[in-house]
């Protein structure tokens, strides 16, 4: 009887260590799939802003500039969500011109260094406009500072493409 019970206490063993693995299995494979995800979205983030940069630059070599179409537009005091690479592109665009800067806005607002002012989605002076320069998440960052403020919320995106549109005309 004693070797049955000990049969049975291997087995069940087995079977548990079995399950251990088996669970282990599952969750490498979640991180695994997490991470497929998170890389194709920093693949499709960098496709967009390499598209946008190559029309934006194309625009440059026509001699078109966007503080031109703001201007042309009235709008000459703006707000700037994000600033990663297409957000330091458009402030080096506007520095120098007549179009006013007035903060960038970020939700990592503390760890912007940059020679105008930054502060929280909440915290916003009031604009003209709101340019988001974080293209792959307008959509929601626009319906978040919409209900926060009355001016326009226009994407970079936006911007760039309606540019080279109005000024082809």
Not at 17 to 35: G, P
Not at 90 to 97: G, H, N, R, V
């Amino acid at each position: 009887m004693i070797r049955y019970e000990i049969v049975l206490l291997l087995l069940l063993v087995c079977f548990i260590i079995l399950i251990c693995l088996f669970l282990l299995q599952i969750k490498t494979t979640l991180k695994v799939r997490n991470e497929k995800e998170r890389l194709e979205k920093e693949i499709k983030r960098i496709n967009v802003n390499s598209a946008i940069m190559k029309d934006w630059l194309m625009l440059k070599q026509k001699g078109i500039s966007l503080s031109d179409w703001m201007i042309k537009c009235g709008i000459t005091k703006v707000s700037l969500y994000g600033y990663g690479i297409l957000g330091k592109a458009f402030y080096q665009e506007l520095k120098d011109s007549d179009v006013e800067i007035l903060c960038i806005i970020d939700r990592n607002y503390k760890n912007i260094n940059s020679n105008i002012p930054a502060v929280s989605p909440d915290n916003v002076p009031d604009s003209q406009a709101i340019v988001v320069s974080v293209i792959n998440y307008y959509d929601e960052i626009e319906k978040e500072l919409a209900c926060k403020y009355r001016c326009p919320i226009i994407s970079l995106e936006d911007i760039v493409y309606g540019v080279g549109y109005n000024f082809d005309e």
